[in-house]
C-alpha cells in the first residue's frame, strides 16, 4: 500500500482534507471518503473554549490529535502551530507526535505565541534563521520520512509581501523539508495565484482555503497543488445547528418539532462504536454470571370464569396491570435483577405482545403444543445459565437475585402451600421434598431440599409446597436438559408441560434442587389473582 508520503507527493489531484477538533469529528470525516483529518488549532482550542493563541498546551493539542489518530485509520496531519516554542521545543513536539502516529505536522513561521491568522492586529514573524533553525531541527529530530514536515508561511497574513512570502518559500524549501504551505486571508484567490505563478511547483504546496473558497477545485489541480485543508467548516457548521437548537428548546421548551430533523442517540451509539463494544461483550465479558431467560408466552389462555372475559382478545401477556402490560412488568423485574438476555415466545395473538427491549420469537405451531416444546425454539439460548420463567408470574427482584445464585445444575423456584380461600379449588404443581417444611419458624431456608416428585396429583401428605414455574439452570443442567429431551419421541415432546418434563428428570435420577419463597412473587391465573396483583402494585 502507498504510505500517505507517497500519495501526498504523487497526487494527481490534491488531498482533501478535513479540519477537526476530536474522535468524533474524525470519525465522520473518515464516512464521507476524505484523504485525511486536519488536528485544527482552531477548533481544538474553540472547542476547549479559548482563544486559538497557544493558551493550551502542546500536550492539549497532541492529546486531541492522538484522540483523533486513534479514532480512524485516517491520516492525520497537525497543526502545531509555531512548534510551542523555539528549536528545543519544535525537537520534542517532533518526537511526541510522530510517535503518536501523527502523518504530517505543520509548522507557521509566526511568534510564540502565535494568534490565529484571521484576527487582526499582532501577527509577528519569526526571523527566517530562526525559523530555519526550527525546521532543521524538526527534520532532525524525526525517525522517518514518512512523518511529513511542512512549513508553513504567513508572510501574506503579517503584510510584509509577496516578495518576503517568496523568498521565506524558497529558504524553507532549501532546509529541505517536505512542503511549503502558503496561507492567506484575502477575500479572493488573486493573491495565492500570483504566489503559486512565481513559486513555479518548485517544492509542493499545501492551501487552506478558508477566505476565498471561490478558487476551483479544478483551477487547485491546475496549479499542482497537493493538499488543501478545510480548516474550520465543520465546526461553523456545527455551531450553526447548535444554536438553531438551542433557541427552539429555548422558546418552545420542547424537543417536539426538532426530533425528525436532529440525529438519534442510535447513530451516536453507532458512531463511538457502542454496537461493537456490546458484540465484545458478549464474546469476553465476564462479570459474574450471565443468565439468559426465556419466557413462554405463546399458548392461548386457557382461563374460566371473568378471567377468560378478560382475555377475549388479548394474551396473557398483555393484561394491563396498573398502566404496563405484564410482560412489561416482569422484564422490568429481570432486568433489575441484572438480566438483559430476555427472548419471549408468542404464538397467540402475538403481533399483539410488547415485550421491549426483549427479544420476541415467534412459535409457529403454538397451538396444541405444550410448554417444552415452546421453548425448544430458543435453544440457541441453552448455554451460560437459563432462566425459563412462566409468563404469568411476576417475581420480585430481590427474589431474582437470590434465586439465579443458586450454583446447581438444576433448580427450581417452589413456594409454600396455600389451600384456603380462593386457593381450595386451584390446582397446583405440586411438589415434594426430601426435607418437608418444618410447622415451625426456620432460620433459614434449606440449602439442599430436593424435589423428590412433581405433579398435579400428589397426596397431601406428600405435597409440601408448589412450583411456580421459574427454572434455573447453569452450564451442566443445561446439558443434563437437553440430553434428557433428546431422549423424547418428537410426538410426546409436544404436549408435555414444564411439570411433566421435571417428574421425568427425577425419575431419571437427576438431582433437581429447590429454592423457597414464602412472598415476593405473584401470579395471575384467576381474576382473583390479577385483582390482587393490581391493589399490590397501586399500595405497594
Ligand atoms: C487552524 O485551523 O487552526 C488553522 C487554519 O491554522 S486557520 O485558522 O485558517 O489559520
Ligand atoms: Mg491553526
Redesign the pocket.
Known sequence: MQSFRERFLSAEKPLIIVGAHDGLGAKLIEQHGFDGVWA???EISASHGVP?ANILTMTQYLERSQEMVNATSLPVIA?V?TGYGNSSNVRHMVEQYEAAGIAAVVIEDKLFPKV?SFVPGRQELASIPEFCGKLEAARDARKSDNFLIISRIEALIAGWGMAEALKRAEAYREVGVDSILIHSKSKEPDEIREFLKAWNKRSPVVLIPTTYPAMKYEEMQEWGINMIIFANQCMRTTIAAMHKTLDIMATEKSTVSIEKSITTVKEIFELQGMMKMKEHEKKYLRTGKTVHVVIPAAGAPKHEGKMAEMLRNIPVAMLPTEGKPLIQRIIESLNQAGMQDITVLTGYKKEMIQADPAEKREVPDFAGTGIVHSISHAKDKFKDSVLIHYGDVIVSPENLRSFITCEDPITVFISPLQRTGRYENKKFDLVSLAHPPSSGRTLERHPKNILKAISTDLPEEASHGEFIGLILLNPKGIKTWLSNIDQIPAKELKSLSLAEFLQRLVQNKVEINTFEARTGWAEVHSYEDYEELCTLLRNP
Open positions: 485544527s488549532g482552531l486559538d497543526d502551530d490565529n
